[in-house]
């Protein structure tokens, strides 16, 4: 009995037990089916079906070769959604991926008045340290931001010629971003003018490498126009435009359409600027010249919003009144219109005597004559020429008459302020007109003086302008060239040449006449840059004369300075006894050699483009020797029949040349003299100096090193003992 039921508890026991393992085997696979059709069905509706998914109890397995590396984690996000990221394994694969790009390599330039900064990627190869050396160089106030980063990656195709050109573009462009790509560059800047936006533009275009594409954006300023001022004139077969102004492009286009088809011939600037009192001023201008046309000639003249329009003496009445009344109709409303058709004189009278002059002479000398109203005007008048043209160049030689017009002084002063303008000329001040007629070399003087006295007259007062402009007067346009400059420095040291006290770097008492016109030539070419080179003989050390000449270099340099020469692009530098232009074994060549030379720094573009020519021309010089060689070799079986052959040339050359032949026989034995003469001079130098220098040798080894300043000094010291001896230094 007691078995019995040991037997049913064990029988009870062992049924739970199995039930529990068949109910965790059945939760178990629940568990894994339903996690994994769980995250397979996440990972479809994320359109990875590639990935493979099994279940083992609780963790769950992704297989699979992922598209990249994204996708590989996008898919372990995926799963992890579904279960606990910790039971899920990563077994998924990413195709190995092509070498990686490299990157875009570009840079931003940006100069301004506080200096240059950059910032991009440029090469790890791209010589950064020498680019960041030639902006210092470029910088006025020398400061660089560098903000640039490098990437270990060969420079792409076309990335050396488009920063060249950057760097060459930024030299001439104060207020510019440059942007650099590889053949690309784009350029943005700020011109002072429109003229020198033009120039500006040409230039750089014209240097542009090939292969590298150049995007120009260079602006210009508008001008400030007060008064914003256009005057017109139109009599017989002439129309010109003493002053031409304009808001846009399209109101010039407007002004120059309706003036050509009133008789204007030629070229003419009409400018763009600020300061016009409407927006419809490219309408009210174009009006005007119709009328002025239609009545045949006449003076219109434009200040801000005051229209003054003059007709011809002799226009027919009713077409005069039917014109100004169609203006007045079709004016805008902020214009106001003055018109006037002069009256037929009869005959002469008092009033016609009522007129000032003043002349201004070429040397400056100025006469007025004339009637003024009183005293003060009188007065007044003088006290301001004197202050316009200096205290004694005037003379004064005027009437007093009070029936002149109110308005006659301001009209004078106007005038006066015109004639301030010009070279030489002449003002007429009549109750009529104020008449400016004269010279000038300065283009923009016609526009000046129409601003100026439409400023300053009355609507009512009427003004004529006739003023030429003479190149030869223009101080721009007779500068002389670099290449003149040069021309004319070498002339000056051809006749006298600059001397120093013996064995010194200190200038002879005589040198200061050729300093002092070397300065003026200088002054006259302040674009030009120069290297004032040092040369001595070859008496005393090597090192002696290095020193010595380096130091009269700058002995040169700093007496231009003084002379407020501008020495920004010069350069002093001593060569020594190295280049010597004659014999040194003769008093006159050790005088020749002793000297100062000014030799032109050229440009970079053109020192490269005389270097290519000069390494053409070597080549070509190189094959045509090699050419020579191998011809004469073939020619020349034997010496003497190389000389028969030689002579029969001679002969030959001889009969056809003339003189030619002797002449290059001479030259020819002239080289083989000097080449024997240098060859001996060697010969006795090496010999003569040989025992000096193992005695300067012995002495150097023997003596304590003294100071650099010690060694010029003796230096100096030697070279004037010999230069007492053989010659004046």
Known sequence: MRLSSLLILFVTFASAGLLSLVAASLSADLIEDTSKSSVELELSKSGMDWAEVHAEGLQIFLAGVAPSEADRFKAISAAGRIVDAARVIDNMEVPATAAIAPPRFSVE??????????????????ARDRLLRELQDISDSGDV????????????????????????????????????????????????SPEQRAELEIDLARR???????????????????????????????????????????????????????????????????????????????????GLNELGGGTLTFSDADVTLIALM?????????????????????????????????????????????????????QLRGRLPNDIARDTT????????GTETVHMATRLDDTLPPTWPFRVMAGLDALSLLNNGSLIVTPEAVSVTGNTGNTETNARIAQLLAAKLSQTDHFAINVTYLEALDPLAGLPTNEECMANIQALQDEAKIAFEP??????????????????????CPDLQIEIQGHTDSQGRESMNQALSQTRALAVLTALQERRVLTKGFLALGYGESQPIADNDTAE?????????????????????ATAEEGAADAEAEAADAEAETTEAEAAPSESEAETTEADNTEATSEDTGEAAPEDATATETTDETTATEADAATDDTTADAPASEADAAADTGADAGSDETSIDNAAQEDGEETQTNDTN
């Open 109 to 126: 330039i940006l100069r301004n008045d506080a200096g240059i900064s950059l910032i991009g990627l440029i090469p790890e190869s791209a």
């Open 145 to 192: 931001a560098d903000l640039l980063e490098t990437a270990d990656y060969a420079a792409p195709a076309g990335w050396s010629a488009a920063s060249r050109f950057a760097v060459s573009a930024l030299k001439d462009l104060p207020r510019s971003k440059i942007s650099v790509q590889a053949g690309r560059v784009d350029v943005t800047a700020m011109a002072d």
């Open 208 to 290: 542009a490498p090939n292969g590298v594409e150049v995007n120009l954006n260079i602006s210009a300023p508008r001008p400030v126009i007060t008064p914003f001022t256009l005057r017109l004139v139109k009599g017989g077969d002439v129309t010109r435009f003493d002053a031409c102004s304009a808001d846009t492009d399209k109101a010039r286009a407007k002004i120059l359409t309706a003036a050509r088809a009133a008789g204007l011939e030629g070229n003419v600037d009409c400018v763009i600027g600020l300061g016009v009192p409407s927006t419809s001023w490219g309408d009210a201008v174009a009006t005007a010249i119709r």
């Open 314 to 366: 002799g226009t027919d009445q009713a077409l005069f009144d039917r014109v100004v009344g169609e203006l007045e109709g079709t004016l805008p409303e902020a214009f106001a219109l003055l018109a006037t058709l002069p009256p037929t004189p009869e005959a002469e009278d008092e009033a016609v005597a009522q007129e000032f002059t003043a002349t201004l002479s070429p040397e400056g000398l100025v």
């Open 382 to 389: 003088d006290s301001y020429a004197r202050a316009r043209f």
């Open 503 to 524: 064995g010194s770097g200190t200038l002879d008492a005589s040198a200061a006449g050729i300093i002092d016109k070397l300065a003026e030539e200088l002054n006259a």
């Open 589 to 609: 060549g050790r005088e020749a050699n002793r000297r100062i030379e000014f030799v032109r720094i050229l440009p970079e573009e053109e020192q490269a483009e």
